[in-house]
């Protein structure tokens, strides 16, 4: 039974996964925060653009007689 219980004890194979998926879950962190810093950076850059395209389509204003 002693045998059983080192044995046991020596195995490291689930800390090792643990620590995988602790490595995985801060990188997919890490990429969640950055898409969402770029998200809203991105937003802007759409909404400025946008905002400079519609400003250019609207007609001139005739002049006034």
């Known amino acids: 039974m002693s045998k059983i219980f080192a044995r046991?004890?020596?195995d490291e194979?689930?800390?090792t996964a643990i620590?995988?998926?602790l490595?995985?879950?801060?990188?997919?962190?890490?990429?969640v925060?950055?898409?969402t810093t770029l998200g809203g950076s991105l937003?802007?850059?759409f909404s400025f653009v946008?905002?400079?395209l519609d400003d250019t389509q609207k007609?001139?204003?005739a002049p006034a007689d």
Do not use: D, N
């Open 50 to 52: 946008a905002k400079k």
């Open 59 to 61: 007609p001139a204003a």
């Open 23 to 31: 490595i995985a879950a801060l990188i997919a962190l890490a990429i």
């Open 43 to 45: 937003s802007e850059q």
């Open 13 to 15: 194979s689930g800390a």
């Open 8 to 10: 046991f004890a020596k």
């Open 33 to 35: 925060a950055g898409a």
């Open 19 to 21: 620590e995988y998926g």
